[in-house]
């Protein structure tokens, strides 16, 4: 259980760093700094988006789901806003398309380890 957490915080924080590599308004000092922020928002994950959901449930479910990314957004900007100035996204547009980007890549990353795990 350990072990997977620390590997998703890890994976999450090389998605991070492909977002700043991909957009020139995202930025981040380096792959510690990666690190960190991958665990505030593993931590505003927890704590912070399921009252986000629960609070925009309505919208959510009129948009089948994709009010989600704005949510991922919102994580996002509270995490670059504690993290200041060694994680910055200039815009809340950089930060949704960001968001979709860190996912897709987190998606893709979490389904290569686990086929590899099984093999």
Request: hydrophobic fraction near 65%; proline fraction near 3%.
């Amino acid at each position: 259980m350990l072990l997977r957490g620390i590997l998703s915080i890890v994976l999450n924080a090389v998605a991070l760093l492909v977002a700043a590599q991909i957009f020139s308004n995202f930025h981040l000092d380096g792959f510690s700094t990666a690190i960190v922020a991958s665990i505030i928002l593993a931590i505003l994950n927890v704590i912070v988006k399921p009252i986000l959901i629960i609070l925009t449930l309505p919208i959510t479910v009129l948009t089948m789901g994709l009010f989600l990314f704005i949510i991922n957004a919102i994580t996002l900007m509270i995490t670059q806003s504690i993290m200041k100035p060694a994680f910055e996204i200039d815009g809340f547009g950089t930060a949704v398309i960001a968001a979709l980007v860190i996912s897709l890549l987190n998606l893709f990353l979490n389904k290569l380890i686990r086929d590899t795990m099984r093999t």
